[in-house]
T-cell receptor
Framework: RKEVEQDPGPFNVPEGATVAFNCTYSNSASQSFFWYRQDCRKEPKLLMSVYSSGNEDGRFTAQLNRASQYISLLIRDSKLSDSATYLCVVNGDSGNTGKLIFGQGTTLQVKP | GAGVSQSPSNKVTEKGKDVELRCDPISGHTALYWYRQRLGQGLEFLIYFQGNSAPDKSGLPSDRFSAERTGESVSTLTIQRTQQEDSAVYLC?????????????FGPGTRLTVL
């Protein structure tokens, strides 16, 4: 079983749609959770951290369910510029090394 | 300020040759990470440096892979006797210090193709 699992998609949605991505992780000791965005042939960049209480940044909402080891990302009012691959990321050990474990990524294509 | 830089951006080599990939982290960042991304896959952790030491090398796939860091700055990843399965994008990231909470800043990667 992969340590971080995501549906690879692609998700094809029209502009203005709401879309949700899900992710599960296997290490119950993980302490930090993130969504990174990766554009085609570019490096990943942090989109947002994910907190237990849930957090929102503009059109983006992230949720964490520790009991189910499940993370989600909701994008409202999708824009063409949201087209990218979204990587679910968890810290990879119970220590403090910062080692990250990445999911395969979910590809989003927003159409006009 | 300057971000993480990597060189070369692209490298094509023949099977069996050795290659060296370079990473220049953001100035002052003490933690440095190497990852590998195969086509259509997520990133795989390779190795982590804190300063010039590598406390976690658990992701290096074989003894053909090695890395070093000097001056708490530049890092080089060396792959000896390259194989076709080594073809991937090799990404370097840095953070001000190692912490499970820190954002990692990635370089643009080196795209390695082994023929």
């Amino acid at each position: 079983r992969k340590e971080v699992e995501q549906d690879p998609g692609p998700f094809n949605v029209p502009e203005g749609a709401t879309v949700a991505f899900n992710c599960t992780y296997s290490n119950s000791a993980s302490q930090s959770f993130f969504w990174y965005r990766q554009d085609c042939r570019k490096e990943p960049k942090l989109l947002m951290s994910v907190y237990s209480s849930g957090n929102e940044d503009g059109r983006f909402t992230a949720q964490l369910n520790r009991a189910s080891q499940y993370i989600s990302l909701l994008i409202r009012d999708s824009k063409l510029s949201d087209s990218a691959t979204y990587l679910c990321v968890v810290n990879g050990d119970s220590g403090n090394t910062g080692k990250l474990i990445f999911g395969q990524g979910t590809t989003l294509q927003v159409k006009p | 300020g300057a971000g993480v830089s990597q060189s070369p951006s692209n490298k094509v080599t023949e099977k069996g040759k050795d290659v060296e990939l370079r990473c220049d982290p953001i100035s002052g960042h003490t933690a440095l990470y190497w990852y590998r991304q195969r086509l259509g896959q997520g990133l795989e952790f390779l190795i982590y440096f804190q300063g010039n030491s590598a406390p976690d090398k658990s992701g290096l796939p074989s003894d053909r892979f090695s890395a070093e860091r000097t001056g708490e700055s530049v890092s080089t990843l060396t792959i000896q006797r390259t194989q076709q399965e080594d073809s991937a994008v090799y990404l370097c990231a840095s953070t001000p210090h190692s912490s499970f909470q820190n954002e990692q800043f990635f370089g643009p990667g080196t795209r390695l193709t082994v023929l």
